[in-house]
């Protein structure tokens, strides 16, 4: 971690400093996938509302980033949970032996997306014909073999993706992978026109993602920090969501100052439109929540993608003890009085 990112999550805590200081709390650290964003918000919310302190916790959000790694500092011991992009990344734990398990799935929907020019393609399949699509290598390795699979995609078609958004503005028959949060944001600020947009979670990629993660004996003898840091972080979410969404982006914009305002706006607006948060499940058993039918669906399909192989006893990754109790839905309702 950079020395301003320190800095900064130093005066990111002292929010919840009188809090900490009236009672007993468990210090907990939280590690992310990527710097301070939207993406997160309901964490820093939870943070910022007290909801962590109010069942027990002082959590500390540890920002990720190019040169850091969280799921390995997990792993050592170094923080107390971790957030995962995807299903992948537990399953592939659970091929090494690491007891690395789920508690939560913040997003039902995994917001990746595949952009096109305007027009360009009529449907998902019509983007088969082509110049390029535009796919970092992990994409290649992960929902690039599920399009090749489930779709029929050619691996030829795929040119690496260099997080530069220039070479997709200035081919109009060539698609890029993105985020649904950021990149489209991107592509109307460098090239000044509204990409289309294909949501894979829509068209059958069917991962959870913006997982809580934890070790297994981190569930074995804390259930009761893991209760608070998942039940306090889908109240977050909640509030983040259907409140007013202030506090935690003031804690995100001190945490990174390169955050705007106007990023920050359109990527809760997107989680929004396209229910990345809450749709599906968590309708029924709120935010957060896990239905071992998808989990097992996403198995299959990466299996048949020969993303993962055959075999693991998926009961082994997850725990729906923490994450299907419904605590935001009556926090939900209070907001948006539905």
């Known amino acids: 971690m950079t020395k301003a990112y320190k800095t900064s999550i130093v005066a990111l805590m002292s929010v919840a400093g009188a809090a900490a200081q009236a009672q007993d709390l468990i210090p907990v650290k939280f590690g992310t996938n990527w710097v301070p964003e939207a993406e997160h918000g309901g964490y820093y919310q939870g943070v910022a509302n007290g909801y962590y302190a109010a069942c027990g916790l002082d959590v500390e959000i540890v920002p990720g980033g190019p040169q850091v790694n969280n799921r390995a500092m997990m792993m050592a011991g170094k923080i107390d949970f971790n957030m995962a992009g995807s299903l992948l990344e ?30 360009a393609a009529a449907s998902f399949e019509d983007i088969k014909g082509l110049n390029q699509i535009f796919v970092a290598d992990a994409g290649y390795q992960s929902f690039y073999q599920w399009m090749i699979s489930a779709y029929g995609f050619a691996p030829e078609l795929r040119v690496p993706y260099t997080f530069n958004p220039a070479p997709f503005v200035a081919d109009p028959l060539s698609a890029q992978q993105g985020y649904i949060t950021s990149e489209p944001f991107a592509v109307e600020q460098a090239g000044g026109f509204k990409p289309d947009i ?18 297994a004996p981190t569930v074995e003898e804390k259930p009761e920090v893991v209760k608070c840091f998942v039940e306090a972080s889908s109240l977050g979410w909640a509030s983040y969501l259907y409140g007013d969404p202030a506090p935690g982006n003031a804690l995100i914009q001190t945490a990174n100052p390169d955050m705007s305002s106007e990023q920050i706006a359109f990527s809760i607006q997107m989680m929004k439109d396209y229910g990345i948060v809450d749709s599906g499940t968590s309708l029924e058993l709120g935010i957060g929540a896990m239905d071992p039918a998808t989990i097992q669906d996403f198995y299959d399909k990466m299996v048949a993608a020969g993303v993962i192989g055959e075999g693991l006893d998926l009961t082994t990754i997850y725990t729906t003890e923490f994450s299907n109790t419904g605590v935001a839905l009556a926090l939900k309702k209070e907001l948006t009085g539905e």
């Open 90 to 119: 537990p399953f592939n734990a659970a091929v090494e032996g690491i007891p690395v398990k789920i508690v939560a799935a913040h997003f039902q929907k995994e917001p990746q997306v595949l952009m096109t020019h305007p027009g």
């Open 198 to 215: 294909w949501v894979l979670a829509d068209l059958g990629f069917s991962t959870y993602a913006t997982l809580v993660e934890t070790m």
